[in-house]
């Protein structure tokens, strides 16, 4: 079974500054990693699928990086609505997430 | 626009059934492999079930397995979450979602999960 981990698990970080996020597969998964944003109280939004394709609508400032094991999520200037918990996810497994919150 | 309704939550004490039911609009079920996937409050993403395209396959975490049943309608465009014997540790938000993967009637290398449901709560307490 693949374990997903990501770090670090709280990022605190001013708006406009830029968020890196990491998430470490225990084994290589190619290029599939999805990665999630959620808000207090809805549900998870996709952002990022095959590691580095945005989803409809997903703004140009977030990005998705990385192959094998290593993967990153960027955003490049947060805006107050980017603060948020954001998770990885590999087939039937999710990361434990990082939680991106104003510093 | 696509969309995902989660239906049936409530508190129930432990060693009951609820019933979950998840309503999609905007496209057809039919053709998609579909999950539940959970959130204990203030924890993380846990997957729980998913069933094939026609309803014959189904799979489960082992905690749930023997207790939950993963059913769908595609005439009814509806995708189900049978939970019995609930326990405290099944308390959640559960959300249903569509695997958009590559997935034929008989196997699937899921991908991602697009769109999600805003989920219900269950909680089993006494």
């Known amino acids: 079974e693949i374990v997903l981990t990501q770090s670090p698990a709280t990022l605190s970080l001013s708006p406009g500054e830029r968020a890196t996020l990491s998430c470490r597969a225990s084994q290589s998964i190619s290029n599939y990693l999805a990665w999630y944003q959620q808000k207090p109280g809805q549900a998870p939004r996709l952002l990022i699928y095959d590691a580095s394709n945005r989803a409809t609508g997903i703004p140009a400032r977030f990005s998705g990086s990385g192959s094998g094991t290593d993967f990153t999520l960027t955003i490049s200037s947060l805006e107050p609505e980017d603060f948020a918990v954001y998770y990885c996810q590999q087939q039937l497994t999710f990361g434990g997430g990082t939680k991106v919150e104003i510093k | 626009e696509e969309q995902l309704v989660e239906s049936g939550g409530g508190l129930v004490q432990p060693g009951g059934s609820l019933r979950l039911s998840c309503a999609a609009s905007g496209f057809t079920i039919s053709t998609y492999w579909m999950h539940w996937v959970r959130q204990a409050p203030g924890k993380g993403l846990v997957w729980v079930s998913r069933?094939?395209?026609?309803?014959?396959?189904?799979s489960y975490v082992d905690s749930v397995k023997g207790r939950f049943t993963i059913s769908r309608d595609n005439a009814k465009n509806t995708l189900y979450l049978q939970m019995n014997s609930l326990r405290l540790e099944d308390t959640s938000i559960y959300h249903c979602?569509?695997?958009?993967?590559?997935?034929?009637?008989?196997?699937?290398?899921?991908?991602?999960?697009?769109?999600w449901g805003q989920g219900t709560l269950v909680t089993v307490s006494s």
């Open positions: 069933i094939n395209s026609d309803g014959s396959s189904t």
């Open positions: 979602v569509r695997d958009l993967g590559s997935c034929s009637s008989t196997s699937c290398y899921t991908d991602w999960f697009d769109p």
